[in-house]
C-alpha cells in the first residue's frame, strides 16, 4: 500500500535536496512550490486575484508575479501575509490534492509530498509520516541570505514567519540533519529509506 510522507523543514535547511535524493531513488515526489508557481503562472486566476489585492508593481511585464517584491511586503506585515494565504491556499491545496491521486496510480511504496509549510497547513494530518530536514540556526541564515540574497534583518524575518524549526523537530516522525555536509544526509535519506521500501 502507497504510503504518504510529508517532507517538511525551516527554510533554507536544504528540503530541495533531501527531496531530490528521493526522487532518485525513484519516489514521486508532489512539489508544494512547483505547483504554486502553476497556480500564481502568468494569467491564471489566481495571480489576478493576487494584483487585484496588492496592485499592479505585483506583476512583472511578462505577466509573472514580482515574487521578490511581493515577499518584502508580506514577510513584514501579517495582514497582508494572510491576505496572500486567503487568496492562494484553496487552489493550491486543490492542485496538490490532484497531483497526489495522479502520484499514487503507479502505487510507488510513497509518494512524497513536499511542503515546506506542511504543519502550518495541516498536511501533515494527511500523511502516513513526517520527515523533518533540519540544520543550525546560523547556517540557515548564512544559506538563506546567500541564496536569495537578503540582508540578515529580512533573512531572520522570513525565518520567523514559518513555525519554530525546534517544533517541527519534535513533531517530526523522523529528522534528517543536513547542516554537515551532503554524504551525511545522504546516509541519513538511505537509512530512513530502507524503514519504508522492502
Known amino acids: 500500500m502507497t504510503q504518504l510522507i510529508g517532507l517538511t523543514g525551516g527554510i533554507a535547511t536544504g528540503k530541495s535536496t533531501v527531496s531530490a535524493m528521493l526522487a532518485e531513488a525513484g519516489l514521486p515526489i508532489v512539489d508544494a512550490d ?4 502553476q497556480v500564481e503562472g502568468p494569467g491564471q486566476p489566481t495571480t489576478q486575484k493576487i494584483a487585484a489585492a496588492f496592485g499592479p508593481q ?10 521578490r517584491w511581493l515577499g518584502q511586503q508580506v514577510f513584514n506585515d501579517a ?3 494572510a491576505t496572500l494565504t486567503r487568496l492562494t491556499r484553496m487552489p493550491i491545496q486543490r492542485a496538490m490534492l490532484a497531483a497526489i491521486i495522479a502520484a ?6 510513497a509518494v512524497i509530498l513536499d511542503v515546506p509549510l506542511l504543519y502550518e497547513g495541516g498536511w501533515d494530518h494527511l500523511c502516513d509520516q513526517v520527515v523533518v530536514v533540519t540544520a543550525p540556526e546560523n547556517v540557515v541564515l548564512t544559506r538563506l541570505m546567500a541564496r536569495n540574497h537578503l540582508s540578515q534583518a529580512d533573512a531572520q524575518s522570513r525565518m520567523a514567519s514559518q513555525l519554530p524549526l525546534v517544533e517541527k523537530v519534535k513533531r517530526a516522525d523522523f529528522v534528517i540533519d543536513n547542516g554537515e555536509n551532503v554524504d551525511k544526509t545522504r546516509t541519513a535519506v538511505l537509512k530512513w529509506l530502507k524503514t519504508i521500501i522492502n
Open 34 to 37: 512547483k505547483i504554486a508557481w
Open 58 to 67: 505585483t506583476l512583472l511585464a511578462d505577466g509573472q508575479l514580482n515574487r
Open 79 to 81: 495582514e497582508k501575509l
Open 104 to 109: 499514487a496510480q503507479t502505487k510507488p511504496a
